[in-house]
């Protein structure tokens, strides 16, 4: 199945799967989707990691692929940053 970026905003919203059992898919393959995600707001980066896990079945896989990956999880690691403490 390929899922568009838009139904996974949605399916976070609607605290959602996007129509696929918990534990049914071998692998994810995310490229350049994690960074669309917020790291605050409603901690949605942590929410779509722990759908990502939900849906992979037992010894699935998860690709990702996002540009500056370092900076994304000194961000995650670092949430109580301030607006200027955000750019290094």
């Known amino acids: 199945h390929v899922i568009p970026l838009s139904t996974w905003h949605a399916a976070l919203a609607e605290n959602g799967t996007v129509g696929l059992e918990p534990g049914s898919v071998h692998t994810i393959y995310a490229s350049y989707v994690l960074q669309t995600f917020h ?10 990691l722990a ?27 670092n ?10």
Request: hydrophobic share 40%; glycine share 6%.
């Open 79 to 88: 949430p109580s940053n301030s607006m200027n403490g955000r750019f290094r």
């Open 39 to 48: 790291y605050r707001l409603e901690d949605e980066v942590r929410a779509t």
């Open 51 to 77: 759908l990502w896990h939900s849906l992979l079945a037992p010894g699935g896989k998860l690709y990702l692929s996002v540009p500056d990956f370092s900076t994304l999880c000194w961000l995650y690691l």
